[in-house]
């Protein structure tokens, strides 16, 4: 699965719940423009690479949507724009809700209240270099370290898994627009959420989920807010087959969301366990 894994690192097998609460998009602005034959550029201020993109940040995102005030019988144009990630549906009281829905599953996305209305008309594209998960060490079988272990919090070891041809992943999406019940004058918040499914087998011994890529060849009908059949988009989302995908050990840097930089991304083949656990999602 790896090539940079330590001989001497063990880990258990992947837990289960949800998954990607950080990842990296560092793609240029005009990359993404270009890679996904972006019509409208409507993200504002500059796009900066981000190497641990976590939760509640702005991420670039593409969509296919009708101009504003643009009259019903005209296309929907492919845009670029950034939105928040956690969705908070139209319904919800005030944002706190979106800390929890950063995560929606490929097999139950379709019929969650949450998300099914997203889901039938508000689909997006979310590119990402890797994403990054965190592993439970485990180092020796002895009776007597178990049970000093069991007194102590588990060591977790971050791992950044990407694509192995280096091909930006066009990770599943979904958005939302939101604004305060009370407010008619606010502005229209966007956010958004990554959609999972199982990973496969070289994968799922670290973490059972892992987050939905859609193909090039399905951008065009993922993004087509006229299809609106949820089966015919279920069948668009075709889990990642297995060997298509690297994972190896990363500086554990990563756990604090205050840490940004290309050294986040680059393989620690020591297992390197600099910095400390106080930022981790996992």
């Not at 690192?9 to 993404?32: I, N, V």
Request: glycine share 6%; net charge neutral.
């Amino acid at each position: 699965m790896t090539r940079y894994m330590p001989a001497t690192m063990r880990l258990k097998r992947g837990r289960m719940g949800t998954m990607c609460g950080r990842y990296a998009t560092t793609r240029a602005r005009q990359e993404l423009l270009d890679e996904f034959q972006v019509q409208v550029d409507a993200a504002g201020g500059e796009i900066q690479p981000d190497y641990n993109v976590a939760p509640t940040k702005q991420v670039p995102a593409v969509l296919s949507r009708r101009p504003k005030d643009a009259p019903e019988d005209e296309d929907a144009v492919r845009q670029l724009r950034t939105l928040r990630w956690g969705l908070v549906p139209s319904w919800a009281k005030d944002l706190s809700i979106g800390s929890r829905m950063i995560n929606a599953r490929a097999e139950t996305v379709h019929e969650k209240p949450s998300y099914r209305r997203a889901f039938a008309r508000r689909r997006c594209l979310l590119p990402a270099d890797g994403y990054f998960e965190w592993y439970t060490l485990q180092d020796s079988d002895d009776p007597a370290e178990g049970e000093k272990k069991a007194k102590r919090k588990p060591q977790k070891q971050p791992f950044f898994i990407r694509p192995k041809d280096g091909a930006v992943m066009a990770m599943a999406g979904l958005y939302e627009l939101w604004k305060p019940r009370d407010d008619e004058d606010a502005d229209w918040l966007w956010t958004c959420t990554v959609i999972t499914t199982n990973a496969p087998d070289d994968l799922g011994r670290i973490h059972d989920r892992m987050p939905m890529v859609v193909r090039p060849d399905q951008w065009d009908a993922w993004l087509d807010p006229e299809l609106t059949d949820p089966d015919r988009v279920r069948g668009l989302l075709v889990p990642a087959m297995a060997g298509t995908m690297d994972a190896y050990p990363v500086s554990k840097l990563v756990n604090s969301v205050k840490n940004n930089g290309p050294e986040l991304i680059e393989p620690s083949s020591d297992g390197d366990s600099s910095g400390n656990h106080s930022g981790a999602l996992f």
